[in-house]
Nanobody, 114 residues
Framework: QAQLVESGGGLVQPGGSLRLSCAAPGNIFRYYIMAWYRQAPGKERELVADITPSGRTNYKDPVKGRFTISRDNAKNTLYLQMDSLKPEDTAVYYC????????WGQGAQVIVSS
């Protein structure tokens, strides 16, 4: 069964940076749009950003100018560079393929706190 494995989360102070990675199945990754989502405590999971196989990106307003989504098609890996982090970015971050709706991975916990 297709598996998504997120990594790179942690505790960071406001204004800091983190880089998340997501290993995805190759038969899915190279052909489809991939996305990062997040779920904050007590809230529903929400889309953060997505990227086409050719590298075209789309960001939701709360992260525009601070987060950068990228992908390495040769490594079947999705990335999320998060800069200028804010406490409201605290959440569990997940990757997925919006059109294929793969089983969710364990996610990467990001805590932004002083």
């Amino acid at each position: 069964q297709a598996q998504l494995v997120e990594s790179g989360g942690g505790l960071v102070q406001p204004g800091g940076s983190l880089r998340l990675s997501c290993a995805a199945p190759g038969n899915i990754f190279r052909y489809y749009i991939m996305a990062w989502y997040r779920q904050a405590p007590g809230k529903e999971r929400e889309l953060v950003a997505d990227i086409t196989p050719s590298g075209r990106t789309n960001y939701k307003d709360p992260v525009k100018g601070r987060f950068t989504i990228s992908r390495d098609n040769a490594k079947n890996t999705l990335y999320l560079q998060m800069d200028s982090l804010k406490p409201e970015d605290t959440a569990v971050y997940y990757c997925n393929c919006p059109s294929q709706r793969l089983p969710w991975g364990q996610g990467a916990q990001v805590i932004v706190s002083s």
